[in-house]
Nanobody, 116 residues
């Protein structure tokens, strides 16, 4: 069965960096578009970054452009989110999503907390 497992979250000071990873299994990772979402307390889940397949074109939320970078390693079935210059507003649970047509898979999320 399909599974996504996020890791790399934690507590970091404002201006710091974190690298999130999402390891996929149980489906053909390379043909799925991969997306990072986040959800802060009391807010709706929002798209952070997307990387397509194939060709790996990317798209970012305006709030993270220039600070976050999404990438994928199809050989390792893993998608990454490099987060630099983190701000307190980046505090949220970050979720990994795989999608292709009507199929969507979600990870369990990883907490990112940025202190001021």
């Amino acid at each position: 069965q399909a599974q996504l497992v996020e890791s790399g979250g934690g507590l970091v000071q404002s201006g710091g960096s974190l690298r999130l990873s999402c390891a996929a299994s149980g489906f053909t990772f390379s043909i799925y578009a991969m997306t990072w979402y986040r959800q802060a307390p009391g807010k709706e889940r929002e798209l952070v970054a997307l990387i397509a397949n194939p060709g790996s074109s990317t798209n970012y939320a305006d709030s993270v452009k220039g600070r976050f970078t999404i990438s994928r390693d199809n050989a390792k079935n893993t998608v990454y989110l490099q987060m630099n210059n983190l701000k307190p507003d980046d505090t949220a649970v970050y979720y990994c999503n795989a999608h292709r047509y009507l199929k969507h898979y979600w990870g369990q999320g990883t907490q990112v907390t940025v202190s001021s």
